[in-house]
């Protein structure tokens, strides 16, 4: 199984604030950005199961600088796909189309993203910025 996780507000807080993993001495210096609380214990659950874990974002950032922040927090990710390669791709009117990336359920905070998936039939998991349970109800989800 392949799963994608959305950066902004989903994973980063954005215009939206919670709680966030502690960064260490060298996070802080090289401004990397802020995670949310619980993502380390997810990201390590997805791999004991042996899931793929993609990024997919509707930012600029690049790939780059998405693969060294996980890095710097000891996740390992397999595909990074920004805005630049979603461009690239996806020729269809839709802010994200994990089909084309061979994404099996994509996680996203976006109710939009939620209605594109019933739209193009593509799996979605939307997590809501309040739940403090997300992690929970992700595991629960893909089970």
Do not use: C
Not at 69 to 76: E, T
């Amino acid at each position: 199984m392949t799963i994608s996780f959305d950066l902004d507000d989903t994973l980063i807080p954005t215009t939206f604030k919670f709680d966030v993993e502690e960064q260490n001495f060298l996070q802080r210096v090289f401004k990397i950005e802020n995670i949310r609380k619980g993502s380390l214990e997810l990201f390590k659950e997805l791999e004991k199961r042996k899931i793929k874990v993609n990024i997919y974002t509707t930012s600029y950032r690049s790939k780059a600088r998405i693969k060294i922040m996980f890095m710097s927090y000891g996740i390992k990710v397999d595909k990074i796909i920004n805005q630049q390669e979603h461009n690239k791709f996806v020729k269809i009117q839709s802010s994200k189309f994990p089909p084309m990336f061979n994404i099996d359920i994509h996680i996203d905070d976006s109710v939009g993203v939620k209605m594109e998936g019933e739209k193009y039939n593509f799996k979605t998991i939307i997590i809501s910025k309040e739940s403090h349970n997300w992690v929970e109800e992700i595991i629960k989800k893909i089970n």
